[in-house]
């Protein structure tokens, strides 16, 4: 409307088109009464004091250009604001209003509220996944970029896990359905995503407030000019000077495109707040089980005591009784005999000894798989031969899973928690993005957690600690004046995350390590530690310039104003702009590639 009465406003008798003018400017008018009926001095007023000072001295003009340049202005701004919005929501995917269930062998429809848990879904391809669960039968290619951030479709088939909010690009899956509703991955995303929307940061906030305590100011500069010049086109050109656009609204539209960003690529950030201080961290500290290792169990070591047995025969001859087992050094042992070539012994008599181990007869003999007490102790092995080379490896850690036959010691399996791919190298990026210190506290045995910190190279470690041990460490270092990213991803790491300044959980990690943490990883990568830190790094940098550019653009339009080298018009040409290209700025501030240098570098800390 303002575009239309500047190109028409000529056209009209000259006695209506003041008030045609001053009634295109109800918008600006509206505005500017909301902000007077709050009793609040902001920059609708200042932008409502330009227009009317610019009709009292008979610019129609001006006022009219002006009036089309704001309004023109926020449409664009609104259009960024939701633009930044909707790079938050694109992480969700919806869901169909009803899913297909399958009971006693049929396909049913029902509305996906009245879905519950332990019941089996049916997703055809093209349709999105409602539950977190266990695939029952069938295979598809998923696309889980809206998850976990992976560009590529994987493959999904019969024992594999999968996540509501994913979708089945080809095949069809029926699920176990063990998490529905406000449960799911997608769920809980969901409602973070809501949280990050309107979350302010304390940065934001104080910009919010220095523009805000500019706008008496540059009210006091007009009254001068006005006093010192009696140049009306003066006055109402510092009226266009306005510091609360940029400040207030760049700053989130930048917080949101990071989260954005930061989330498109397998991390979520639950606020501005979290953004914030992770940009400043100085300090990590990772636990061990489950964050710098996998968290699952692998045969390092088949020490064979028998001549007529190899290292791989014991490996298969314990994976053939123990394949009845589900226990997690079971499971390990069969799987690395079968990235062996594994050769099954036929066996019968199978006992299970809760806790101890497995027995099972083979080729007449009784054989035994387990701990030394039930091997050693209960069943009468004798292991005195062979203490030498079982105690090195229980000095490194390990755990041992003893196998006799009849009454001798026929071989020992060594297993151990692994290293995760990638732990060194995200250790190294820290330090490149300034980090300080990189430290690790474990509730495991001394020199199994010095042997992990060295193979990570991380600066120190503290072991055989106990949950709120943990968590008061993190205290002390944070009473130190430290910014501390605390990354774990068990029920006992809850009070250190909460504890430290930003908790980071990992993607498999206990729910309520997930909900005490400002940050959850949504896939099993610890390299995105790092590049959520580089996000925040370069994302507050952005920031920090764009205010520093808006400060110093409007204190250069104002001085020039008020010296009369600048119309009304041409100063809300240059103040709209500005503000437009600095919100755009912002709108690029998830984009590390685009940055150089350390990240977290640009705060100080």
């Not at 003066?234 to 495109?257: E, S």
């Not at 997690?328 to 070539?341: D, F, K, N, Q, S």
Request: hydrophobic share 45%; glycine share 10%.
């Amino acid at each position: 409307m303002g575009g239309l009465n500047l190109l028409l406003n000529p056209l009209l008798p000259q006695k209506l088109q003041t008030p045609a003018a001053a009634l295109t400017a109800l918008p600006v008018w509206g505005q500017a009464w909301q902000e007077l009926g709050r009793l609040h001095l902001g920059s609708h007023l200042l932008e409502a004091s330009a227009v009317l000072v610019s009709l009292l001295r008979g610019d129609r003009g001006a006022a009219n250009t002006t009036t089309a340049l704001l309004l023109l202005g926020e449409h664009l701004e609104a259009g960024i604001r939701r633009r930044s919005d909707a790079l938050l929501l694109a992480l969700l995917r919806p869901l169909d209003d009803h899913v297909d269930l399958l009971v006693d062998g049929h396909q049913q429809r029902c509305p996906l509220e009245a879905l519950r848990g332990g019941e089996s879904v049916v997703v055809e391809h093209g349709s999105v996944i409602p539950v977190d669960g266990t695939v029952l039968s069938g295979e598809a290619s998923v696309d889980e970029a809206a998850m976990t951030g992976e560009s590529l479709p994987v493959t999904r088939r019969r024992g594999d896990r999968v996540m509501s909010g994913t979708a089945v690009l080809e095949g069809r899956l029926i699920i176990y359905a063990e998490r529905v509703g406000a449960q799911t991955a997608a769920s809980r995303i969901g409602a973070l995503v809501e949280t990050a929307l309107t979350s302010k940061g304390e940065v934001q906030l104080q910009a919010s407030a220095l523009a805000d305590r500019l706008v008496p100011a540059v009210f006091g500069l007009a009254l001068l000019t006005q006093l010192a010049s009696g140049d009306w086109t003066r006055t109402a050109a510092v009226l266009q000077a306005d510091y609360c656009c940029a400040l207030k609204l760049a700053i989130p539209v930048a917080f949101k495109a990071a989260m954005a960003r930061a989330g498109r690529r397998g991390c979520l950030i639950k606020g501005a707040a979290a953004l914030e201080r992770l940009a400043a961290v100085d300090t990590v500290v990772f636990d061990k089980t489950g964050t710098l290792t996998t968290g699952r169990l692998a045969v390092t070591d088949s020490l064979s005591f028998d001549g007529g047995t190899s290292a791989d025969d014991l490996l298969s001859l314990a994976a053939s009784i123990e394949e009845h087992s589900v226990h997690p050094l079971a499971l390990a042992v069969v799987e690395a005999a079968c990235g062996r070539g594994y050769h099954h012994f036929r066996h019968s008599e199978v006992e299970f000894i809760v806790a101890h181990g497995v027995a099972a007869t083979i080729q007449g003999e009784r054989v035994v798989v387990g701990s030394r007490h039930f091997v050693v102790e209960d069943e009468g092995v004798d292991d005195t031969p062979h203490r030498a080379a079982i105690e090195a490896l229980w000095r490194q850690g390990k755990s041992l899973l003893y196998i006799g036959r009849g009454r001798r010691l026929i071989g020992v399996l060594a297993l151990e928690d692994q290293v995760r791919a990638g732990s060194a190298a995200t250790v190294a990026r820290l330090r490149s993005l300034g980090v300080k210190e990189v430290l690790m506290l474990s509730g495991d045995q001394r020199d199994v957690a010095e042997r992990i910190a060295a193979h990570c190279g991380l600066d120190r470690s503290l072991a055989e600690l106990l949950p709120e041990q943990k968590a008061e460490i993190v205290r002390a270092l944070c009473r130190d004046g430290r910014t501390v990213l605390f990354v774990g991803d068990g029920i006992n790491d809850a009070p250190a995350l909460a504890a430290a300044d930003v908790g980071l959980a990992m993607q498999r990690g206990a729910d309520i390590a997930q909900l005490s943490a400002d940050i959850t990883l949504l896939e099993d990568d610890i390299g995105c530690v790092a590049e959520a830190m580089e996000l925040a790094g370069c994302a507050m940098g952005r920031v920090q310039r764009n205010a520093e550019a808006t400060v110093v653009v409007n204190t250069g339009l104002l001085i020039s104003a008020a010296l009369g080298g600048l119309t009304p018009v041409q100063a809300s040409l240059l103040h709209n702009g500005s503000t437009l290209l600095v919100l755009l700025s912002a709108l690029l501030a998830g984009s590390a590639t685009s940055e150089t240098g350390p990240a977290t570098g640009q705060q100080p800390h």
